[in-house]
């Protein structure tokens, strides 16, 4: 079984950003939900997806304005040291 691709469509990623690790994004563009092939086991919905996708737009829209300067390593899902951050945020 083959881990998902992932791709943003609105941001679209510059080409510069990809293979970034700050970024989270693959040479291709598509988002980097995994940090290595073998931890992807076939078990995650089409939800936990959406979940750690939703997650990287959040972190790449705050990496945007500057108010952070990398992404958190496993994914703002499961980290709340930003959660103060983005409290009442616009994005």
């Given at each position: 079984m083959a881990q998902?691709?992932?791709f943003p469509l609105d941001p679209e990623p510059p080409?510069?950003?990809?293979?970034?690790?700050?970024?989270?994004?693959?040479?291709?563009?598509?988002?980097?939900?995994?940090r290595t092939v073998d931890l992807w086991n076939g078990r995650e919905t089409a939800a936990d997806l959406v979940v750690k996708a939703s997650g990287w737009f959040i972190e790449y829209m705050l990496m945007e304005r500057g108010l952070i300067e990398a992404m958190?390593?496993?994914?703002?899902?499961?980290?709340?040291?930003?959660?103060?951050?983005?409290?009442?945020?616009?994005?």
């Amino acid at each position: 079984m083959a881990q998902p691709v992932l791709f943003p469509l609105d941001p679209e990623p510059p080409v510069e950003r990809r293979t970034v690790h700050d970024w989270h994004l693959n040479g291709d563009g598509s988002l980097c939900l995994l940090r290595t092939v073998d931890l992807w086991n076939g078990r995650e919905t089409a939800a936990d997806l959406v979940v750690k996708a939703s997650g990287w737009f959040i972190e790449y829209m705050l990496m945007e304005r500057g108010l952070i300067e990398a992404m958190t390593e496993n994914g703002i899902h499961s980290n709340k040291s930003l959660d103060a951050l983005i409290r009442g945020l616009d994005l």
